[in-house]
């Protein structure tokens, strides 16, 4: 607010929500009707980047307009789909000026939320047939996993997959966008999806599994990137597109080892995709401390010494000091 020019601040008085930036569309000040709508307070969101808040799912082509008329000096407007601080959507209308003052060029955006639709989401309504359609789709092949604990797992995963990623973000400040740590929570979930075409005789056998039965259960990697193919296939839709493909990361790599011993590819250190590194740890750490057909429960103990042992061998080093810590935190 300091920085903000006088002849800047009756805008921030109006009762549609502004936000002001400077041509680098780094933020200078917000207004409260801002605040309220994304979540953001002006002190913790000024001095980003204005694309904090930004999806993927408002089109790449509506951005270059946007870009292409401002750098001509032109007003722009357009509709953004964007992402709130708690990660819902919103809708804005939006009109961006460009001002010179005292030969300083600022931006300023002023928008208003667009209304909600019943269902929650700004789409067409054959679109959101499509996704449910393959959503569904999905949900049929889960269930052919007839684990009773397997929903549990998944849903522990997610949630221990969210805090992981924020705190490695937060303790590392890698600057990572609240889309991507969303995006690599939600994908986790789908890690173990491939097992669905794995026969329940051997996926569920207690004891030590025969050389070629390991081989078929390492093949669920393969299968899980079939399954996502098949899926986007038939969604010929560009809205999940981001998140399948991270899922296919995810599925496909989460058991290759930081030093190279894993499977499938036999991949090694930050040549594997970050989000399977961090879904490798929690997979591992929510398998220990589980009831399996093949094994008894770890304790919570047991099993963080053996990621600690784990750590450069199986497990990306850092990952698992921010596993450690994040565990240690959520214990005080």
């Known amino acids: 607010m300091s920085t903000l020019h006088e002849h800047l601040m009756p805008y921030l008085k109006l009762a549609d929500a502004v936000i002001i930036t400077d041509i680098n569309h780094v933020i200078l000040a917000v207004n409260a009707p801002y605040e309220k709508i994304t979540g953001y307070g002006e002190s913790e969101i000024t001095g980003k980047k204005a694309s904090v808040l930004r999806t993927s799912y408002t089109p790449k082509e509506t951005h270059d307009q946007m870009k292409r008329a401002l750098s001509l000096g032109l007003s722009w407007s357009g509709v953004f789909t964007n992402r709130r601080r708690d990660s819902s959507i919103w809708h804005s209308s939006i009109t961006i000026t460009v001002m010179e003052i005292d030969e300083v060029f600022y931006y300023i955006g002023i928008f208003r939320e667009l209304e909600k639709l019943k269902s929650g989401f700004y789409l067409p309504e054959e679109r959101i047939g499509s996704i449910q359609s393959s959503m569904l789709k999905v949900l049929a092949i889960s269930c052919e996993i007839r684990d009773p604990g397997i929903e549990q797992h998944l ?29 690599i929570s939600h994908a986790s979930i789908l890690h173990d999806i491939g097992k669905s075409g794995i026969p329940e005789g051997i996926l569920y056998k207690p004891g030590t599994l025969a050389y070629y039965e390991r081989q078929i259960v390492e093949m669920h990697t393969q ?110």
Request: proline share 4%; charged share 30%.
């Open 155 to 183: 849903v522990r995963v997610r949630e221990l997959t969210e805090r992981l990623t924020h705190f490695h973000n937060e303790r590392l400040q890698l600057n990572w966008p609240e889309e991507l740590v969303n995006r």
């Open 223 to 332: 299968i899980g990137v079939d399954i996502i193919d098949k899926i986007y296939a038939e969604l010929n839709d560009d809205l999940f597109r981001q998140e399948l493909e991270m899922g296919k990361n995810i599925i496909l790599y989460h058991h290759e080892k930081w030093d190279g011993s894993g499977y499938p590819h036999q991949l090694a250190g930050e040549d594997i995709p970050i989000e399977a590194r961090i879904v490798s740890v929690v997979d591992v750490f929510d398998a220990l401390t589980s009831i399996r057909p093949y094994k008894e429960k770890w304790s919570e103990e047991h099993a963080l010494a053996f990621i600690t042992e784990q750590r450069g061998l199986h497990f990306d080093p850092e990952l698992v000091d921010s596993f450690l810590a994040l565990i240690q935190n959520q214990s005080n």
